[in-house]
């Protein structure tokens, strides 16, 4: 099977040609788009990762990823931007972003979050399945159940929930859980990380994760 495609969203030439060029080098198939309503039409089933510029000519970019995460539930969403305002950054994770990378950034960073957005699955997927309470992970199909009705996730949602049931009644530090879902280095800041986990909240039920202050999360098997 081919590996998935991705799909640059970026109205800046410079940034835009760069992009296609480096991920290209490292075997990517990369194809470009300058506008967001360009955006349905290009990411085809076969685009795994969408890299998406917020400050796009003709539509915002945060109304780009919500319209694309209403119907690619299964596409990872890396937002690249200079906005750097906290409320910008929890936009773009509501809206359905996987990730934010802040310009300007290092070609390695850039590089490692493609990685990880294009990895799939947090556990072994020999194990088949993952039990926990009233939910359950076919790790093999990624698809998650709430006593017996589907969930659905976005990549990250399930690959973090995959680890956290993986180990139920544990406390999972947030240093793991930026390495092991991520693919990075806790350097301060997990945004990322606590978006996601409001939203699989909101989804499994707000007593389903703990938050241990300062040191991680943990999923109660009740």
Same mark, same amino acid.
């Given at each position: 099977? +081919?590996?998935? +495609?991705?799909?640059?969203?970026?109205? #800046?030439?410079?940034? *835009?040609?760069?992009?296609?060029?480096?991920?290209?080098?490292?075997?990517?198939?990369?194809?470009?788009? $300058?506008? @967001?309503?360009?955006?349905?039409?290009? +990411?085809?089933? =076969?685009?795994?990762? /969408?890299?998406? =510029?917020? *400050?796009?000519?003709?539509? =915002?970019?945060?109304?780009?990823?919500?319209?694309?995460?209403?119907?690619? $539930?299964?596409?990872?969403?890396?937002?690249? $931007? +200079?906005?750097?305002?906290?409320?910008?950054?929890?936009?773009?994770?509501?809206?359905?972003? #996987?990730?934010? !990378?802040?310009?300007?950034?290092?070609?390695?960073?850039?590089?490692?979050?493609?990685?990880?957005?294009?990895?799939? @699955?947090?556990?072994?997927?020999?194990? *088949?399945?993952?039990?926990? @309470?009233?939910?359950?992970? #076919?790790?093999?199909?990624?698809?998650? &159940?709430?006593?017996?009705?589907?969930?659905?996730?976005?990549?990250?949602?399930?690959?973090?929930?995959?680890?956290?049931? $993986?180990?139920?009644?544990? /406390?999972?530090?947030?240093?793991?859980?930026?390495?092991?879902?991520?693919?990075?280095?806790?350097?301060?800041?997990?945004?990322? !990380? =606590?978006?996601?986990?409001?939203?699989?909240?909101?989804? &499994?039920?707000?007593?389903?994760?703990?938050?241990?202050? *300062?040191?991680?999360?943990?999923?109660?098997?009740?």
């Amino acid at each position: 099977m +081919a590996a998935p +495609a991705i799909l640059v969203v970026e109205d #800046d030439d410079a940034i *835009g040609e760069g992009l296609v060029r480096v991920l290209g080098g490292h075997g990517y198939t990369v194809t470009r788009v $300058s506008t @967001g309503g360009a955006v349905p039409r290009a +990411a085809g089933p =076969d685009v795994g990762l /969408v890299i998406l =510029d917020l *400050g796009l000519p003709d539509i =915002d970019g945060i109304e780009v990823c919500r319209r694309l995460r209403a119907t690619r $539930s299964d596409v990872a969403i890396l937002i690249l $931007s +200079a906005r750097d305002q906290e409320l910008d950054i929890v936009a773009g994770l509501d809206a359905g972003a #996987d990730d934010y !990378l802040q310009k300007p950034f290092k070609l390695s960073e850039l590089l490692a979050r493609v990685r990880a957005q294009l990895r799939r @699955g947090a556990g072994d997927p020999a194990i *088949g399945t993952l039990e926990a @309470g009233a939910v359950t992970l #076919d790790l093999a199909a990624r698809r998650a &159940f709430s006593a017996g009705d589907e969930v659905h996730l976005r990549p990250k949602e399930f690959d973090l929930l995959a680890l956290l049931v $993986s180990e139920a009644g544990r /406390v999972v530090t947030r240093e793991r859980i930026m390495s092991a879902v991520w693919d990075t280095e806790w350097m301060g800041s997990t945004k990322t !990380l =606590d978006m996601h986990v409001v939203s699989l909240r909101q989804k &499994f039920g707000a007593a389903t994760i703990t938050t241990l202050r *300062g040191v991680g999360y943990r999923f109660e098997a009740e």
